[in-house]
């Protein structure tokens, strides 16, 4: 079936007004006339049969109505530029994927061992977005999700990857002006994270290690703050534990305490469809993030496939 869509000029000439509030304006920055974007636009409010402008005098005024279609409109128009500028730059023969994927993860796990990817399929970029809440992947320009499981994906393919094992972490600086052992993780200042207030409550029924006033303590959004809090002396953050291998690793960070024994979320792969009904480029990648989590990291338990 035909699509049935304005022109592509129209709708960049009403985009363009309508972020200004300026036919004139929208005039200067496309190198048109006044005269052009003022038929451009009449030309798509006649296809729409709906009224954007309301014109008064020389000056308008974007409706209602028209800045809701122009923020709809805007959208496109920077997918739209988005893709052709990642087509523009692709080598002949390679390909690309998006992926949307939770900031702390990417930068933590992901990005870390890319590199891997990279060596086995030296053809295909994999381009990153950040996404803090699921959403609806069909029609949103993105490959594939790595996110936490979650009813909002039902109807998707979902494979799980890695259960998160939350573990309290410090300077060792700071363990050493305490007393030590385990009173001592009530003695230090709790760091926490704000989606997840009630953990220090949980890690204490948990562990049976005793903790006054739990809530207490500086909040961060991201575990990704709660571990550079914690790296800078601030406290004791409790964060997944294949998020701060290198940190101890390294002893920048110390984990004296036992582990949460309660899974908190667990990370998945989410695809529109099954492995093996996706093109090429996402069947690899899907492949080998498998297999990165299969291989496992620290004490994580990846999830079976």
Not at 6 to 30: C, T, W, Y
Not at 34 to 46: D, K, M, P, T
Request: charged letters at 20%; glycine letters at 8%; aromatic letters at 8%.
């Amino acid at each position: 079936m035909r699509r049935k869509i304005p022109s592509n000029a129209a709708l960049i000439a009403f985009e363009a007004a309508a972020r200004h509030g300026s036919f004139a304006r929208a005039a200067d920055e496309l190198s048109l006339t006044e005269g052009a974007i003022s038929r451009q636009i009449g030309r798509l409010e006649a296809f729409l049969g709906v009224t954007l402008f309301e014109r008064i005098g020389n000056r308008v005024r974007v409706l209602p109505h028209g800045e809701r279609y122009a923020a709809q409109v805007r959208e496109i128009l920077d997918r739209l530029h988005r893709d052709s500028q990642y087509l523009m730059g692709q080598p002949s023969g390679s390909a690309s994927l998006d992926i949307a994927t939770i900031p702390t993860f990417a930068m933590r796990w992901l990005i870390p061992r890319l590199s891997r990817f990279r060596q086995k399929h030296p053809n295909i970029t994999v381009h990153l977005t950040e996404r803090l809440e699921p959403f609806v992947l069909a029609g949103s320009g993105f490959d594939a999700a790595i996110h936490f499981e979650h009813a909002a994906w039902t109807g998707m393919r979902t494979y799980s990857l890695l259960h998160e094992v939350l573990i309290p972490v410090c300077h060792p600086a700071l363990l050493k002006e305490s007393k030590g052992g385990t009173a001592a993780l009530d003695t230090l200042p709790r760091l926490h994270r704000r989606q997840n207030p009630d953990a220090w409550q949980h890690y204490s029924q948990d562990t049976g290690i005793a903790l006054t006033s739990p809530a207490i303590g500086a909040r961060y959004d991201l575990h990704a703050m709660l571990i550079e809090a914690a790296v800078a002396g601030l406290g004791v953050a409790l964060v997944p534990r294949f998020y701060v291998e290198a940190e101890l690793a390294q002893g920048r960070l110390v984990a004296p305490w036992p582990d949460g024994k309660s899974i908190s979320k667990t990370f998945c792969l989410v695809l529109p469809e099954p492995i093996g009904l996706s093109g090429e480029p996402v069947q690899a990648f899907a492949q080998w993030l498998l297999g990165e989590a299969m291989s496992g990291s620290g004490r994580e338990q990846p999830c079976p496939i």
